[in-house]
């Protein structure tokens, strides 16, 4: 998935399951019948290997057995942080960075579940750039989507290798995709290596991938993660303890059984490329747990030391209460 993903593409709004096809309707009846409770959750992005884990446990039937009728939708022009924070939709998708502006600003978003537990994101460029450190930023153009916090971690790594942020010349990609820019218009670009690296590999384009982990603790963040909101965990707990229960169900099998899960993701979105998907699914699933005691647990201090890193950077107004930025209540002990 292309890290340049905000603001730079509109997405229809998909709502899955609904429509007027008699049967559908007839299937959430008979839903409605059984009592389970219908619920949505909103992706950050079009869906990926990092979703696998959601569309794993509404095929497996592990909503259902907790009593939910769970719809995947599509962000929108709104955003998932948006749907989510108006309770439009009860769940969605998003990432450390966007939760910590948002708590700032007093948006009452939560995140209930770390769905990669190390930040697998990093600068990518071709092989032939020779771009292998921070220090060879320098004299290059880096394509991004025109956020300050580009420019901040350009800069957090290139102050490691002593290098100067003012030498990188930063233009916005629009809606260029990596392969597309870095072959026309930019020398690298930031990228999540479970979907583009791994596609990079596919096309057989040799690159040189810069992890932002390889050059500061403070960048180890979450990313992404599942949300709600403060009023859901209020007043409905229950329902979010059932749609965790499930949801780390799908992501427990993703991790355990991969094959399987790339094909429950292909067969849920037939337009991706099957070949991608497996292969990613194949890097990613080792990485969704990691060296967690169980999937999607979080730790304040990277919560906080994700949002020390931001004020010193000057993209936070003040600080945020760890605490109410994140939970751990609802994943199954």
């Not at 790594?157 to 930063?170: N, P, Q, R, T």
């Not at 026309?184 to 096309?203: K, N, P, Q, S």
């Amino acid at each position: 998935m292309n890290k340049w993903w905000a603001g730079c593409i509109t997405l229809l709004l998909f709502l899955a399951g609904c429509g007027n096809n008699a049967a559908d309707k007839n299937e959430n009846e008979k839903k409605e019948e059984k009592g389970h409770q219908k619920v949505s959750v909103v992706l950050d992005w079009s869906p990926n290997t990092n979703h696998t884990g959601l569309y794993v446990a509404k095929e497996k039937g592990f909503f259902e057995e907790e009593g939910l009728d769970v719809d995947i939708i599509m962000p929108g022009e709104a955003g998932s942080d948006q749907l989510v924070a108006s309770g439009k939709s009860e769940f969605g998708v998003s990432y450390q960075e966007s939760v910590t502006e948002a708590r700032v600003q007093d948006v009452p978003i939560v995140s209930l579940a770390a769905v990669i537990q190390h930040n697998t994101s990093g600068f990518a460029s071709l092989k032939e750039k020779n771009i292998t450190s921070p220090k060879d930023f320098e004299g290059k153009t880096y394509g991004g989507w025109g956020a300050p916090l580009e420019k901040a971690v350009l800069a957090s790594l290139m102050e490691v290798s002593g290098a100067d942020i003012e030498k990188v010349d930063i233009v916005n990609m629009g809606e260029a995709d990596f392969f597309t820019a870095v072959q026309r218009d930019v020398d690298f670009a930031w990228i999540y290596y479970a979907w583009t690296g791994v596609e990079a590999e596919l096309r057989g384009e040799k690159m040189n991938m810069i992890y932002l982990t390889d050059y500061s603790d403070q960048l180890d963040y979450y990313t992404p993660v599942i949300t709600t909101n403060e009023e859901m965990i209020k007043s409905d707990p229950d329902t979010v303890k059932a749609f965790m229960a499930a949801v780390s169900k799908g992501y427990e099998f993703a991790i355990s059984q991969p094959e399987e899960a790339a094909e429950i993701l292909i067969k849920a979105v037939p337009d991706l490329d099957p070949e991608l998907v497996k292969k990613s699914q194949e890097w990613l699933s080792p990485r969704y747990q990691d060296d967690a005691a169980r999937w999607g647990e979080q730790k304040a201090e990277v919560w906080k030391n994700y949002m020390d890193w931001m004020l010193e950077k000057d993209l936070l107004e003040k600080e945020m209460d760890v605490e109410k930025a994140f939970t751990n209540e609802f994943l199954p002990k």
